[in-house]
């Protein structure tokens, strides 16, 4: 099967509607007008016509052989300016001792923290279940496509990227950390808060404790869930453990799941992208990566085998064929 990465269109958001109804995604919610709105700001993002602060870029794989969109991604050029924050709590640890009683405690406590001046952030990875776990890693090469690309523009983003992990959620969708915690403080369910907080988040700051919040004194099955990650989002910590991302010591201040981050030069498909100009060539090719172009305002890219010769690359007439490639133009390579 031949695997396209694109930039989103506007005639696929029905298509990432029917992927939206597979998951519970805050950055891709099941809602068409709201879909609709999310590709149209893309379009422009990728066009360059939107501040850093406004730009959202989503990116769909392809099956070209079934002409069906099977997976998304998606970059928040920046998550935390002044009129919206970036909202998470600091996992830190606090020591109490008692001279007294000769007894001491060392406590893990959460502090309430609102970023202003925020990271890159990437997330909204989705594949369809008909396509998990099948040999051409669908999910990978739609994850790291997102990389290849800020590499690509790297002064369309920060420094530093982050990423937020989804956590364990009961059977029912239910949020135990938020049961335990969030709710007692804005009298919500964890969907109704989770979807408003997208609209607007200025509440979170309004209503939650600007104390510290000593996990000691929550539900046990709150505090196992802390920092954790669901069964689905497993692979998807290994891969970006893999390229640079450490556990930050802070999480999701509604559901408790691990925020990660890593210094976007530091990310090995960035610090390893290399750039060549496109040759014709046949014969041999070697080696596996990921390729990837900008073209009118615009990416497409696949994974595919290569050649380099010098400052040249030569690449199979199939991947000529799936990117419509020119001799002559500018390729984007992140070795396998």
Request: charged share 25%; with cysteine; proline share 4%.
């Amino acid at each position: 099967m031949s695997f396209l990465v694109r930039a989103v269109r506007r005639e696929d958001s029905q298509a990432l509607y029917e992927l939206a109804r597979q998951f519970t995604l805050l950055n891709l919610p099941a809602d068409k007008r709201t879909i609709e709105k999310k590709v149209e700001r893309s379009e422009a993002s990728f066009a360059g016509e939107l501040s850093k602060a406004e730009a959202e870029y989503i990116f769909v794989v392809e099956d070209t052989e079934a002409d069906m969109v099977t997976g998304s991604s998606m970059i928040l050029a920046k998550n935390g300016t002044p009129n919206s924050p970036n909202f998470s709590f600091q996992v830190m640890k606090k020591e109490r001792f008692s001279r007294e009683l000769g007894i001491g405690f060392i406590h893990q406590i959460l502090r309430l923290r609102a970023n202003t001046d925020g990271p890159t952030e990437v997330g909204g990875l989705v594949v369809d279940r008909a396509y998990r776990r099948r040999p051409e890693k669908v999910g990978r090469l739609i994850s790291l496509s997102r990389f290849l690309y800020i590499g690509m523009q790297q002064d369309r983003f920060e420094a530093d990227l982050h990423s937020e992990m989804a956590p364990p959620l009961t059977e029912e969708g239910r949020s135990e950390f938020w049961e335990a915690l969030g709710r007692r403080f804005t009298g919500m369910p964890y969907q109704e808060a989770d979807q408003l907080s997208s609209q607007n988040n200025g509440f979170i700051q309004s209503l939650f404790p600007e104390e510290d919040i000593y996990l000691a004194l929550l539900d046990s099955k709150a505090r196992l869930v802390l920092g954790r990650v669901g069964n689905e989002t497993q692979a998807a910590l290994h891969m970006l453990n893999r390229i640079g991302f450490t556990y930050k010591e802070e999480v999701d201040p509604f559901d408790g799941g691990p925020h990660l981050g890593c210094k976007t030069t530091e990310c090995t498909v960035i610090k390893n992208m290399k750039t060549f100009k496109l040759k014709s060539g046949s014969g041999e090719f070697g080696h596996a990566g990921l390729v990837g172009l900008s073209r009118d305002g615009s990416y497409v890219g696949c994974a595919s085998s290569f050649r380099v010769e010098g400052a040249e690359i030569a690449l199979p007439e199939k991947t000529w064929k799936l990117l419509d490639l020119s001799a002559g133009e500018e390729i984007h390579l992140a070795p396998a």
